[in-house]
Every structure is written in C-alpha cells, then in structure tokens.
Nanobody, 117 residues
Framework: QAQLVASGGGLVMPGGSLTLSCDASGSILRFNAMAWYRQAPGKERELVATVTNVGGNYYLDSVKGRFTISRDTAKNTLYLQMNSLKPEDTAVYYC???????????WGQGTPVTVSS
C-alpha cells in the first residue's frame, strides 16, 4: 500500500482555520476511498470524513458545515480544510486510504491539532 504522511497540524485559536494535508508516495487513484480520522486524549479514534471514488462523502455530525475533505489527484494529496475550529476538535489527526476496499493498518504518526486560546 502507498505510504501516507499527514501534516499541517498545529496550535490554532478557537474559531480559527487550518488545512491538513496527506501526501501519498504514489498515485491516490489507487485508493477506493480516503479518510481522515482523529483521536483525542483518552478517547477512541473516530472517523471524521471520507471521500470515495464512486461519488460518496461522509462527515462526522459534529464537523458538518465546518470541515471539507478533498483530493488533488495531480499532487497525490488528500486535504482536510477545517474552519470554525473548537476546543473539542483537539486531537491527533490521521489519514488513511483503502485499496481493494480495505483500510491500511498502518496509521502513521498523524498530525496533532490543538485548538486553544
């Protein structure tokens, strides 16, 4: 499976915006779907957003209207545009891709996002 590296996290104030990137070592056209997950301290990893190659999208209810998932096949990059950030969005964010409809078991290091004043 192609290696995915998440980046772009950091410290941002409540109400601010941040864009995360997920760079693939190969063509992201190989993925049936790609997704962003996040894991807050003391909590389980949760699915934040998904984009598929068959026209489907999913967003966690708490991020609908604030987050946007997108792909750039020319740059082999997945993005997560996050607006109106809240303290509860604080977590380590991970990206993943599915090949043959199977998610990778290698989550990598993720990229931490801290929303605080």
């Amino acid at each position: 499976q192609a290696q995915l590296v998440a980046s772009g996290g950091g410290l941002v104030m409540p109400g601010g915006s941040l864009t995360l990137s997920c760079d693939a070592s190969g063509s992201i056209l190989r993925f049936n779907a790609m997704a962003w997950y996040r894991q807050a301290p003391g909590k389980e990893r949760e699915l934040v957003a998904t984009v598929t190659n068959v026209g489907g999208n999913y967003y966690l209810d708490s991020v609908k209207g604030r987050f946007t998932i997108s792909r750039d096949t020319a740059k082999n990059t997945l993005y997560l545009q996050m607006n109106s950030l809240k303290p509860e969005d604080t977590a380590v964010y991970y990206c993943n891709g599915a090949i043959n409809h199977r998610w990778s078991t290698d989550w990598g290091q993720g990229t931490p996002v801290t929303v605080s004043s």
